[in-house]
């Protein structure tokens, strides 16, 4: 839990770990509908809940969600025979964008190291499809194939497009950039470093940085939109030199 922690905090979002007590079912209901996207539990479960300090969350719980209540949500439920009905279908109808967990009794220890590798590639700045990547991770480090199921959408984690342009409203070399960048003085082509004035979001919600690998952050949060000048929201101009997806 605490490696996953550092893996989100690595990768500039926020992260809360509940452990003992404060991994109640109200707590786990709270940060569900809160807009989270994603929520990972290691412990015990079975084809009807998720074992908690206080209770169990159930699937009729999730059957009592509206369609929408989980859109965006990636949830990894690493506990035992969770991806089985009627617990799965009940999370897949509430909207969630991707849900993983065991279909059958997972193996202590094989199971978190198939976690651990799914989040670590998951949010690395060259990140691959999350089905590649628990293909990948469980064939490196589980006995068995198979175990762990995953339905949804099977894309990046922090998928996002924008484009940068040099100049002002969209004038100039420009550049496509999908998920992350995390140095724009890259050796195939440097010219937008120290070079952005404008810029489209099509999907995803952007941060922008003044120095590579995501150093000193650049204004706001930026949602799908255009912005003709860096300038006018808080960006300075010709001045970032990486970028990355926060929100699908």
């Given at each position: 839990?605490?490696?996953?922690?550092?893996?989100?905090?690595?990768?500039?979002?926020r992260s809360?770990?509940?452990?003992?007590?404060?991994?109640s079912?109200g707590?786990?209901?709270?940060?569900?509908?809160?807009?989270?996207?994603?929520?990972?539990?290691?412990?015990?479960?079975?084809?009807?809940?998720?074992?908690?300090?206080d209770?169990?969350?159930?699937?009729?719980?999730?059957q009592?969600?509206?369609?929408?209540?989980?859109?965006g949500?990636?949830?990894?439920?690493n506990?035992?025979?969770?991806f089985?009905?009627?617990?799965?279908?009940?999370?897949?109808?509430?909207?969630?964008?991707?849900f993983?967990g065991?279909?059958?009794?997972?193996?202590?220890?094989?199971?978190?190291?198939?976690?651990?590798?799914?989040?670590?590639?998951?949010?690395?700045p060259?990140?691959?499809?999350?089905?590649?990547?628990?293909?990948?991770?469980?064939?490196?480090h589980?006995?068995?194939?198979?175990?762990h199921?995953?339905?949804?959408?099977?894309?990046?984690?922090?998928?996002?497009?924008?484009i940068?342009?040099?100049?002002?409203?969209?004038?100039?070399?420009?550049?496509h950039?999908f998920?992350t960048?995390?140095?724009?003085?890259?050796?195939?082509?440097?010219?937008?470093?120290?070079?952005?004035s404008?810029?489209?979001?099509?999907?995803?919600t952007?941060k922008?940085?003044?120095?590579?690998?995501?150093?000193?952050?650049l204004?706001?949060?930026?949602?799908?939109?255009?912005?003709?000048?860096?300038?006018a929201?808080?960006?300075?101009?010709?001045?970032?030199?990486s970028?990355?997806?926060?929100?699908?």
């Open positions: 839990v605490e490696h996953l922690h550092q893996l989100a905090l690595n990768a500039g979002l809360r770990i509940l452990l003992g007590p404060q991994a079912v707590n786990y209901q709270g940060y569900l509908r809160s807009g989270v996207r994603a929520f990972v539990n290691i412990g015990h479960g079975f084809t009807g809940g998720i074992v908690l300090d209770g169990t969350l159930s699937a009729n719980w999730f009592s969600l509206p369609t929408d209540a989980l859109t949500t990636v949830i990894y439920f506990s035992c025979q969770v089985n009905p009627p617990l799965q279908p009940a999370v897949m109808q509430a909207g969630t964008r991707t993983i065991g279909i059958v009794s997972l193996l202590i220890g094989p199971s978190e190291e198939v976690c651990k590798c799914f989040w670590g590639r998951s949010l690395a060259q990140q691959a499809p999350m089905g590649d990547v628990l293909t990948a991770c469980e064939a490196q589980y006995p068995d194939q198979g175990a199921g995953i339905g949804g959408d099977l894309g990046q984690f922090l998928a996002g497009h924008v940068v342009f040099q100049h002002i409203d969209f004038r100039g070399h420009h550049r950039i998920a960048e995390r140095n724009l003085n890259h050796p195939e082509d440097g010219t937008l470093n120290d070079q952005i404008s810029f489209v979001v099509l999907s995803g952007w922008f940085y003044m120095n590579s690998d995501y150093g000193i952050p204004g706001g949060e930026f949602p799908p939109g255009l912005y003709r000048w860096v300038e929201v808080g960006v300075k101009n010709d001045q970032v030199s970028l990355k997806c926060i929100r699908s």
